[in-house]
């Protein structure tokens, strides 16, 4: 079976003047146009190719890379508005369609939304929508606390950034716990801090608690050799000081000294923390 909005492996059949002919094994088969085929190929090779629809709606095959694929989410450019919807570039040559009624609020050109991918079930047609809760669901959570995630961050707010985890819940990391600059549309590594009585997941960008202290504790001792052995930051240090220097909080940064400074690797001075010659030499040889 030919799966429309996802990477089909197929047969190259024949090749004729619109293009190559694929096939699957239960005789299923797709045009990929002339411009999409590959340099070098043999009939009876196989390809990847993704599967939309084209302006006729029929299914077609390219070799180009969508920016989502069916029940994904994405973050897309809306390149025009009509009287019948929003069009969204997607990376492929036909733009993908959002109904007004699948708007969680009206497009508008120019502008970029997370998008959802799906089929409608009425007319077998993928589009989008940006009303995300819709796809989204926290009642039966397939994530543990510290457990790291992948997330896409939705929208920010004055509690924090809202995102989607592993394409399947709802997340939030709260702004004390935001220590770099961050976007909507941004995809990147988080750990679950906490899942609530009512399975809302607290999400952080570093490793909570003690699991976060060693590669803290690392990367100030980086900071600290690059700097020459010497940084201008201890524990009495303003906290905005140590995140516009180091990127983390003032509790981070203050358990990872701790575990360099018991670890003997460096001092802690009134004006700052130095990094000891028997450290610098160790790391040396």
């Known amino acids: 079976m030919i799966k429309l909005g996802e990477y089909n492996t197929l047969e190259i059949l024949r090749e004729t003047e619109p ?20 340099e070098e190929y043999e009939i009876g090779d196989e390809i990847s190719v993704f599967i939309y629809l084209d302006n006729e709606e029929r299914p077609i095959a390219t070799t180009l890379e969508p920016f989502l694929l069916l029940n994904t989410f994405g973050y897309l450019h809306c390149s025009d508005v009509t009287e019948y919807g929003a069009f969204m570039d997607w990376g492929l040559e036909k733009q993908l369609f959002v109904p007004f009624k699948e708007q969680a609020r009206p497009m508008k050109k120019g502008n970029w939304y997370i998008v959802y991918l799906y089929i409608d079930e009425k007319t077998n047609r993928l589009v989008g929508s940006s009303k995300t809760n819709h796809f989204l669901q926290n009642e039966t959570l397939t994530v543990e606390a510290f ?10 707010t004055d509690k924090g950034a809202n995102v989607i985890v592993n394409g399947v819940h709802k997340g939030l990391i709260y702004i004390e716990d935001i220590f770099e600059d961050i976007r909507t549309g941004d995809r990147m590594k988080a750990f679950v801090k906490n899942i609530r ?3 809302k997941i607290d999400l952080v960008l570093q490793k909570p608690g003690y699991r976060s202290i060693e590669p803290n504790a690392n990367f100030i001792r980086e900071e600290l050799e690059a700097a020459g052995g010497f940084l201008p930051l201890h524990d009495k240090s303003d906290p905005d000081t140590i995140k516009n ?31 000891l010659e028997n450290s610098k030499e160790n790391t040396a040889s």
């Open 147 to 156: 457990e790291e995630v992948d997330i896409l961050v939705t929208h920010l």
């Open 19 to 38: 293009g190559l002919y694929l096939g699957d094994e239960e005789e299923n088969v797709v045009l990929l146009p002339h411009r999409y085929k590959p």
């Open 197 to 199: 009585p009512d399975k």
């Open 245 to 275: 220097m180091l990127g983390m909080s003032k509790k981070s940064f203050k358990k990872a000294i701790g575990t360099l400074y018991k670890d003997k690797q460096i001092t802690i001075k009134d004006d700052g923390i130095e990094l």
